[in-house]
C-alpha cells in the first residue's frame, strides 16, 4: 500500500503564499483520484481540490482562484499552492487518493494564517 506524508505547512501572515507537497512511498501513475481535504479545530473536514481521471481538477468554492492543486507522477507527489491565504484558511491540511475503493490519508500539517 503506497503511503503518503505531508509537508510545507507552517505560520504565514495573511496574503502570503505556501506550497504543500504530498509525497507517496511508491508510484502513483495507477492511482487516478487524489485530493487535499482540511480540517480546522472544531470543524468537520472539507474537500479543497479534488484531481481525478483526465487530469481534471476541482476547487472548492472558497479556494478557487487562490489555491491550485496539481501532481507530478515522475516525483510521485501531489501539491497544493496556495496564495492570498486568508486567516480562515487556518487548518490541518491532509491529502488522499482513492484505489481499489479504499481511501488511503496522509498524517497531516498545519497551516496557520495570522499576523
Known amino acids: 500500500q503506497v503511503q503518503l506524508v505531508e509537508s510545507g505547512g507552517g505560520l504565514v501572515q495573511p496574503g502570503g503564499s505556501l506550497r504543500l507537497s504530498c509525497v507517496a512511498s511508491g508510484s502513483i501513475l495507477d492511482i487516478h483520484v487524489m485530493g487535499w481535504y482540511r480540517q480546522a479545530a472544531g470543524k468537520q473536514r472539507e474537500l479543497v481540490a479534488g484531481?481525478?481521471?483526465?487530469?481534471?481538477?476541482n476547487h472548492a468554492p472558497s479556494v478557487k482562484g487562490r489555491f491550485t492543486a496539481y501532481r507530478d507522477n515522475s516525483k510521485n507527489t501531489l501539491y497544493l499552492q496556495m496564495n492570498n491565504l486568508k486567516p480562515e484558511d487556518t487548518a490541518v491540511y491532509y491529502c488522499n487518493y482513492l484505489y481499489n475503493g479504499k481511501f488511503t490519508w496522509g498524517q497531516g500539517t498545519q497551516v496557520t494564517v495570522s499576523s
Open positions: 484531481l481525478g481521471t483526465g487530469g481534471i481538477t
